[in-house]
Antibody
């Protein structure tokens, strides 16, 4: 069974940084692209970032380009999202998502339960 | 590509058939449309991708169809666990976009 366990969420001040982690199990981590998708309270879904299985191809949504960095560690089966220069509109639940194939298609096959990020002074 | 989902809310009873619509503002390349449902406090779950391919573990009560700008999700016989918010997503055109959702509620 695929399991995706996010951690690292919390309260951060505007302009601050936070690093999310996602521990993956139940599948061959190095064979699948991974993504981060967020959902602000009561709002819709927004694809934040994606990384191919080998880490050679990366996608960022326009709203986070230049501020967020996605990475993965195959030895640890862990996905990361480094979030810098956080703004109030970055506040959301961030979901770790397993994709369908090695290359990201931006389709979420399996989802974690989410990590809540609050940006407030 | 703006995705318009209709109806906004659909009230049906268990055992009935549900038909949800997703209309795109321009043709979706490759019919790359996915459907998810999401229950309160839970993560979304993938139901359909590629307009008509069922995701792993999704029962055949769920079916997707369509091409170009018009896509449909059909649930043939509603079960209590199906009542949720349903989102369509297109990933064929850049940037990818989601619809605003259809709330499927128990009548």
């Amino acid at each position: 069974e695929v399991q995706l366990l996010e951690s690292g969420g919390g309260l951060v001040q505007p302009g601050g940084s936070l690093r999310l982690s996602c521990a993956a199990s139940g599948f061959t981590f190095n064979s699948f692209a991974m993504s981060w998708v967020r959902q602000a309270p009561g709002k819709g879904l927004e694809w934040v970032s994606a990384i191919s299985a080998r880490g050679t191809s990366i996608y960022y949504g326009d709203s986070v380009k230049g501020r967020f960095t996605i990475s993965r560690d195959g030895a640890k089966s862990t996905l990361y999202l480094q979030m810098d220069s956080l703004r109030a509109d970055d506040a959301a639940t961030y979901y770790c998502v397993k994709e369908l194939a090695e290359q990201w298609l931006l389709v979420g096959d399996s989802w974690g339960q989410g990590a809540l990020v609050t940006v407030s002074s | 590509t703006v995705l318009t989902q209709s109806p906004g809310t659909l009230s049906l009873s268990p055992g009935e058939r549900a038909t949800l619509s997703c209309r795109a503002s321009r043709s979706v390349t490759g019919s790359y449309v996915a459907w998810y449902h999401q229950k309160p406090g839970q993560a979304p779950r993938l139901l359909i991708y590629g307009a008509s391919r069922r995701a792993t573990g999704i029962p055949d009560r769920f079916s997707g169809s369509g091409s170009g700008t018009d896509f449909t999700l059909t649930i043939s016989r509603l079960e209590p666990d199906d009542f949720a918010v349903y989102y369509c997503q297109q990933y064929g055109n850049s940037p990818i976009t989601f619809g605003r959702g259809t709330r499927l509620e128990i009548k």
